[in-house]
């Protein structure tokens, strides 16, 4: 292994841009290379963005035998397909979430990530942070007593007509786009998996959800109640209720430098400050450690696989207008 890890980006996604600062300031990761499906669109973007290398396909990327990591940020149809191509070639892979769209797929994932000893990780930046390592110390330390209901929501306004999120070839929907937030975000404080779950979606006129609501249940009686939406005002927000206290996190999926949680006991509300980093800081550091040093993923596999068990159930419920209470 190299002093640092070079990065090579599979694509000129705008998210990309996100990684670019916490790569260049790293002391264990770089920047290296990107990727286009032509070679003048990746040599504008190499310019534009001071990356030493630019290739002419996906392909070439994977080949490049300077890169060690490689970001994914393709539409949600091609993450699995490219990151398990990633993998054969030698790469480790941070790959945007949705991981996969069928837990097929992250079987397939983690079977070449074992036979390949790589590392692979669904790129859920707020893992990491400090704010979300807080508020599990709070669930997991028993300070809101025993958890009964958990309410999340991500909602915003729409996006571009020819953006594949519109499209149900390509894995659009609310539920895969920012569903998975609340979805993961509860079953990592519960540290379980949800026993039942049931759905209601609104189509839009492509034919994704375009707004979905849920309830799911889990181990011990705690019921989490979610919303997402492609349709509504930006709105995003986890509340987790015990039968001693309240916790509510303002910004639970893009935490920043400085955050408040609010914890309401007995009718009295604290204010939590927390710092942390910025947001994609920890998401490449974790990297490095599960990479460099063996430390366990940000997001192990299985916990991935929950994830598309989950949104694989509720879609079923939502088409059959039943509950469901075998997961795949």
Known sequence: MTEKLRWGLLSTADINQGLFEPLRKSRRNTLLAVASRDLPTAEAYARKHKIKRAHASYADLLADPDIDVVYNPLP???????????????????????????????????????????????????????????????????????????????????????????????????????????????????????????????????????????????????????????????HVFMEIVGDEAALVIPQPFNPGLKNALYLTRKGKTETIQVNGAGTYVGEVEAMADAILEGAPPAVPLADSRGTVAAIQALFESARTGKAVSRLP
């Open 76 to 234: 949600n149809h091609l993450h699995a397909e490219w990151t398990v191509k990633a993998v054969k070639a030698g790469k480790h892979i941070l790959c945007e979430k949705p991981l996969a769209l069928s837990v097929d797929e992250v079987d397939a994932i983690s079977a070449a990530a074992e036979k390949y000893g790589r590392v692979v990780v669904e790129a859920l930046m707020y893992r990491s942070h400090a704010q979300t390592l807080k508020v599990r110390e709070i669930v997991q330390g028993g300070k809101l007593g025993q958890v009964k209901v958990v309410r999340g929501s991500f909602t915003y306004p729409g996006t571009d007509a020819d953006n594949y999120r519109l499209k149900p070839e390509m894995g659009g929907g609310c539920l895969w786009d920012v569903g998975v937030y609340p979805l993961s975000f509860t079953r990592f404080m519960l540290g379980a998996e949800p026993l039942e779950v049931f759905g209601w979606q609104t189509l839009g006129a492509t034919g994704v959800d375009e707004s979905f609501a849920a309830q799911l249940r889990f181990p011990d009686g705690v019921h989490l109640q979610m919303d997402c939406s492609m349709a509504l005002p930006y």
